[in-house]
């Protein structure tokens, strides 16, 4: 059902609120259905375009739906095999038209976000150029046209990845899996970087190999792809060559709570950092080291701020989960502080932008020495690359809730605001105060 329906409740509650805004607006113009000229359609035009833009960001929460899309048919299409579904399937559509099966239902959140940025673009091509709403209405379409331009982005890396993402989630050990599956809906950001201690495994290399860093909401993944080799016309290509059917020479996931990042994280004044897959006894696994160096400080500082954040927000769940049945009850009884209206609060994890792309750079240097960790080379889960992911970074945070202007500024405000140290006794230490009273009691890991 996930894989399914994915995001689709946050997606209908967002759209709900959307739409009570737009007939807000249209009920504000009691004349509505008499205006004629541009001047009587400037109010309600600026209106319009104020909606789009104040909910772009928004819209983003077809991202990660769009993204499964593709995913979706191939569930659909097994799940189809169960009799009892397709019996049930097929008691809702007796007449059997294709425009209400389900699969048409689910196409519909994709073409209605893609539809909108048309909308708009008839739209301005009806206003005066040298009007005020058509350059309102200007700004609307290019904010809705860089939604579209996120929502291929994701579908773009699900593509390349989606297969890869699906192979690591099969094959984790352990007696219980702790990250069931990889859902683009929780995708927060990618980021390229250049590991510096490759696994000697991997077989000499001319230079120090790159690395696609993905960080999800239950787990950070990371692959490299190998670069292709030029074709030669007289070589004979070997039949059935595994390796030239897998293009991945190396892919690793290491689930949330599993996840840490080294000292050097904490240093603002270079590009390195670490991070580290936790030992356990347990299971036998050796603790695993990745020292990485991303293109520039900023975006060293977005990547480690943005896992800070997913595991902060895991251990507080954990720790709201630990609680005794009877206090949890009390708290949800008492009022909390800064409680938002539920139309506020729709811009959940699955719901996120894009921060602006950074040129790849990285400059190389040869006093830097790979260093292994005390893990054995056979710990190399199934080591294989991956597709080319553009050496671009494309930070994705929690969006804003829509709400009043201020609440928007003060959360963007702390989205941006630098990264401190990162350490495991810096995790609970985070400046928000839902939980102030109740971590400070907490605070040794």
């Not at 970087?193 to 230079?207: A, Q």
Request: hydrophobic residues 35%.
């Amino acid at each position: 059902m996930e894989s399914l329906f994915g995001s689709l409740p946050e997606m209908l509650e967002f759209q709900k609120v959307f739409l009570q805004t737009l007939e807000e607006r249209i009920a504000s113009s009691p004349n509505f259905s008499t205006l004629e000229t541009p001047v009587q359609f400037k109010k309600l035009l600026f209106s319009l375009g104020g909606s789009f833009l104040y909910y772009a960001d928004h819209f983003k929460l077809y991202s990660g739906f769009c993204a499964n899309h593709i995913k979706v048919q191939k569930v659909l299409e097994r799940a189809k095999t169960d009799w009892a579904f397709k019996e049930f399937l097929d008691a809702r559509n007796p007449t059997k038209q294709h425009s209400t099966t389900l699969e048409s239902y689910l196409i519909k959140p994709v073409q209605r976000v893609l539809k909108y940025p048309l909308l708009l673009r008839e739209l301005v091509s009806l206003t005066d150029t040298d009007s005020e709403e058509h350059y309102h209405l200007t700004e609307a379409l290019k904010a809705m046209e860089m939604v579209a331009s996120h929502i291929n982005e994701m579908q773009k890396i699900y593509e390349d990845y989606g297969s890869v993402f699906d192979q690591l989630v099969a094959e984790q050990s352990g007696t219980e899996k702790e990250v069931t599956e990889i859902s683009m809906g929780e995708f927060q950001m990618h980021s390229t970087v250049i590991w510096l201690n490759p696994f000697p495994s991997l077989g000499r290399m001319r230079k120090d190999p790159e690395l696609t860093v993905f960080v999800f909401k239950k787990a950070v993944i990371l692959v490299c792809r190998e670069n292709k080799p030029k074709k030669k016309m007289n070589a004979p290509r070997p039949g059935n060559s595994h390796a030239d059917l897998d293009p991945f020479k190396f892919r690793w996931l290491v689930p949330l709570s599993q996840v840490r990042l080294g000292n050097s994280a904490g240093t603002e004044t270079n590009c390195i950092w670490e991070l580290v897959h936790t030992k356990s006894e347990t299971e036998g696994r050796p603790e695993t080291i990745f020292q990485l160096c991303s293109s520039v400080p900023e975006s060293k500082v977005k990547i480690i701020k943005t896992i800070r954040s997913i595991v902060r927000e895991n251990v507080r769940k954990n720790m709201r989960s630990d609680l005794p049945t009877e206090r949890v009850g009390q708290e949800q009884l008492a009022p909390l502080r800064r409680t938002l209206p539920s139309s506020a609060r729709i811009g959940s994890s699955r719901a996120s932008w894009l921060c602006k792309r950074e040129s790849l750079a990285v400059p190389h240097t040869d006093a830097l020495r790979p260093r292994q960790s005390d893990s054995d080379e056979a710990s190399l889960s199934s080591g294989t690359p991956s597709s080319g992911c553009p050496p671009t970074e494309s930070p994705l945070q929690e969006l804003p809730a829509p709400g009043r202007v201020t609440i928007v500024w003060q959360r963007s405000a702390n989205l941006n605001s630098p990264a401190g140290p990162a350490k495991e006794s810096d995790i609970l230490s985070d400046e928000d105060e839902e939980f102030g009273d109740r971590d400070s009691s907490l605070s040794t890991p």
